[in-house]
């Protein structure tokens, strides 16, 4: 693997991995008090999503706001020099 590459897979690493593990355990947390199937009757009736597409999406969902999270981190810990 060519040098360059290892800090950037390694950055991209230390973003997602974390934050794949916050979305598992709060699509855990959140889906053990909400059933998908009530939500979306509840916010979308006209859509047809079944349960296990409830949970993929919210998984997504949780997953994206958690490595958003980790990569706003990501940026405020690098110095502003390598910014640019």
Known sequence: MDPVWKPVIAR???????SFLVAGVATMVFFANLDPEDLRMATFPEWDLSRRQGYTLGFFMFWAAAAASSWLSALLLTPSSRRR
């Open 12 to 18: 991209w690493g230390a973003i997602l991995w974390p």
